[in-house]
Structures are given as structure tokens and as C-alpha cells.
């Protein structure tokens, strides 16, 4: 059992910097994928980027490929997106995931099995 805990959201103005954090309890095995997700007002959750616990590959949505990186620190569990050249079109709130194992399937939400409460991101114009 995996229980994510979001933090790091709020507002910022358009081109400005946010980092969100995720910390994991329980350990996650290092089989598994840990993924990060948003969703606006009236819009359908969208993936956002992907990594492996222990696996150094990273995957990211168009949108904010070049903008967001994603990361990890296993000492301390956590899982970072650091979010650059922020957009008005970015305000969503953002969730962490998690998974065991890879696939094709890294984008799609209902494949993950864990998720954290969600931190919102307002990026104003």
C-alpha cells in the first residue's frame, strides 16, 4: 500500500516558476512507475509526466515537454514536477500517481492504483 501526499501548489502569475511535491509512504517497490496528472475546471484529468522509481526514464505530455521536469529523490521518497514558463492554460489541480509497472499504458489515469488529495495550480495572465 502506497499513500501519496501532494504539496507545493498556488498561485503564480503567467511565466513565473512552481515546484509541487509528492511524498510517498510505504515505500514504493522499485517496480514502480510514479506519475503526475492535472485537471482543469470542466476538463477531464490529463496526464502530465512519468517516471520510474528505481528507472531513470522520463515521458511527458506535449504540452509541457521542454517546461516541466519531473524527478525523484528516493532517500526521501519524493517525487518533484517542477513546472517553468508557467501558462495561464496550466491552472489545474495536479495530482500524483502511482503504478507497478510500465506499459503503454503511462498516460492513462485509470491505470494507475494510487493517488494522492491534489494540490491546485492557478497561473494568472
Known amino acids: 500500500q502506497v499513500q501519496l501526499v501532494e504539496s507545493g501548489g498556488g498561485l503564480v502569475q503567467a511565466g513565473d516558476s512552481l515546484r509541487l511535491s509528492c511524498a510517498a509512504s510505504g515505500r514504493p517497490s522499485s517496480s514502480y512507475l510514479m506519475g503526475w496528472f492535472r485537471q482543469a475546471p470542466g476538463k477531464e484529468r490529463e496526464f502530465v509526466a512519468a517516471?520510474?522509481?528505481?528507472?531513470?526514464?522520463?515521458y511527458y505530455a506535449n504540452s509541457v515537454k521542454g517546461r516541466f521536469t519531473i524527478s525523484r529523490d528516493n532517500a526521501k521518497n519524493t517525487v518533484y514536477l517542477q513546472m517553468n514558463s508557467l501558462q495561464p492554460e496550466d491552472t489545474a489541480v495536479y495530482y500524483c500517481a502511482a503504478r507497478s509497472g510500465w506499459g503503454p499504458t503511462i498516460s492513462i489515469d485509470s491505470s494507475y492504483n494510487y493517488w494522492g488529495q491534489g494540490t491546485q495550480v492557478t497561473v494568472s495572465s
Open positions: 517516471m520510474g522509481w528505481t528507472v531513470a526514464s522520463t
